[in-house]
């Protein structure tokens, strides 16, 4: 049972448009990320969060935004999209603590259509 | 963290035993293997992880190599349900990052 949302599932957006992609997570996990997929390729991380008031970039380069205001919500922004930003994200968290890759849990993701 | 290697694609009889394996030559002693899972578009899932010894768990058998350099994931009695893409990943107990290669495509045919 998942206990990491995101909304929406999927979104088709106009070019010039500012977007929020929403994750939240209920188990108190300290640790959340976003990852970018693109169909049939590797998933690449784009942003990530140690806690409250902590976000990092990624190993890939995106022009979008997130932020860390409470715990179980790290939404990502897009100021301006544009057809390039066309992806799937996919949010994970896990547990401070546990080390390791061990027990991430990651959402359903938020496939992105820029047209 | 240790580079992996992994064959793209493997086919696999539905019923039969799915051996998937993983090279990581270069891994050091502190690093553990990871492998996860994703089904189609969604987002990957866990499936079992080991330092050194054979670790059994109810999704899978991870067989780790006594020189550590290699390991092979297996589903014993694979569904098509299984149908995804595995990824085979080398991290530090103290890591934080999951960082994914392009893993193998598991194909489970009828």
């Known amino acids: 049972e998942a206990d990491i949302y995101q909304t929406p599932r999927y979104l088709v957006i106009g070019t010039g448009k500012k977007i929020t992609l929403e994750c939240s997570q209920t188990m108190g996990h300290d640790k959340m990320y976003w990852y970018q997929q693109d169909p049939g390729m590797e998933l690449h991380l784009i942003h990530y969060s140690y806690g409250v008031n902590s976000t990092e970039k990624g190993d890939l380069s995106s022009e979008s935004t997130v932020s860390r205001i409470r715990t179980e919500h790290f939404p990502l922004t897009l100021e301006s999209a544009r057809p390039s930003h066309t992806s799937q994200y996919l949010c994970a968290s896990s547990e401070s603590g546990t080390g390791g890759v061990y027990g991430y849990t990651f959402g359903s993701g938020t496939r992105l259509t820029v047209v | 963290d240790a580079k992996t290697t992994q064959p793209p694609s493997m086919d696999c009889a539905e019923g039969r035993a799915a051996n998937l394996p993983c090279n990581h030559s270069t891994i050091s002693g502190n690093e553990y293997v990871y492998w996860y899972r994703q089904i189609h578009s969604q987002g990957p899932q866990y499936i079992i992880h080991?330092?050194?010894n054979n670790e059994t768990n109810e999704m899978a058998s991870l067989i780790i190599t006594e020189d550590r350099k290699s390991s092979t994931l297996i589903l014993p009695h694979a569904t098509l349900r299984d149908t995804a893409v595995y990824y085979c990943i080398v991290s530090s107990y103290a890591g934080n990052m999951l960082t994914f290669g392009g893993g193998t495509r598991l194909m489970v045919k009828p």
């Open positions: 080991g330092l050194k």
